[in-house]
């Protein structure tokens, strides 16, 4: 007669905090940061977003230097703006959510782990909005902390004073997280479209990146040919043309402007754009949870 064994595999019920959603969502938010600046992870995974805000930081600390050799010699001297500062780390910026963006949302996928926050009390949309933040605190900090440092070096430097400086110019400050806040939605939002789909992370960046630079010269061609409303598929070219309305300050002549389309319009692409790619990214998820 066949006899029953008990064995004990040491379970224990959980007996700390019930942090529910909320609790789930940082969590989320954590783990998403650290796929981004590769914490937790082997070296090479560090290195590309260290060298990225390193050199973002760089020329900006460069120029605050300048200024104050300038100004022992009681000479003033302006080499970059805020807005010709975009135009340096923005396609920096979109090396970095080619690769972030991929990390973000394929290994989940691939892996199978989707099935595990589909256990917790997490919906679709707070594992999308928890992937985004991530990638949202890291690129809008790398576009902004330079502007920063800039305001507070010129101001430092400034021959009226630091306080008139900054009361002066204090709305470079927003202009410039306003801007950044742009190039962050008009170029993520196609970078997790591809994502999406996409079953391998080196091919979903080489993907976007092809997309956002080829987008440029294509459409050029056909706004010279004589169809400036196709100057709405520059893609890369609506955050810097909307930048530089932003700071009021060109520093080229982008695509859209180039078929005389209205900043706004640029803008108008660049939410539609984000609003309509966070449909169909849902619903791409909704389908694989």
Do not use: C
Not at 136 to 158: C, D, K
Not at 245 to 271: C, F, K, M, N
């Amino acid at each position: 007669m066949a006899e029953g064994v008990v064995f004990d595999l040491g379970y224990a019920p959980h007996d700390g905090p019930r942090l529910g959603r909320s609790g789930a969502r940082r969590a989320l938010l954590r783990d998403g940061l650290r796929r981004v600046l590769g914490l937790r992870r082997k070296a090479r995974r560090k290195i590309f977003p260290v060298l990225l805000v390193t050199i973002a930081v760089i020329p900006a600390l460069f120029f605050v230097a300048f200024g104050v050799i300038a100004g022992e010699f009681d000479a003033t001297a302006t080499l970059f703006g805020h807005s010709d500062y975009f135009d340096l780390t923005g396609s920096m910026a979109l090396i970095f959510i080619a690769l972030a963006s991929s990390e973000l949302l394929i290994p989940d996928r691939v892996h199978g782990t989707m099935s595990v926050y589909s256990s917790r009390p997490l919906t679709t949309v707070d594992y999308l909005t928890g992937r985004a933040t991530a990638l949202l605190f890291v690129v809008f900090g790398f576009l902004w902390l330079p502007h920063i440092v800039l305001f507070i070096g010129r101001a430092w430097v400034s021959s009226g004073g630091f306080g008139d400086y900054v009361t002066d110019n204090f709305p470079v400050v927003w202009e410039t997280a306003l801007a950044s806040f742009v190039y962050f939605i008009g170029y993520a939002s196609v970078a997790f479209l591809i994502a999406a789909f996409s079953s391998r992370t080196s091919v979903a960046a080489g993907t976007y990146l092809g997309v956002m630079t080829l987008s440029g010269p294509i459409t050029e061609s056909l706004v010279e040919a004589g169809f400036p409303a196709l100057g709405l598929g520059a893609l890369q070219h609506h955050p810097g043309y909307v930048k530089d309305w932003i700071l009021d300050d060109s520093t080229r002549t982008w695509i859209p402007e180039q078929a005389g389309i209205e900043p706004i319009t640029s803008l108008l692409v660049i939410v539609v754009l984000s609003l309509a790619t966070g449909l169909v990214v849902a619903g791409r998820y909704r389908r694989a949870g």
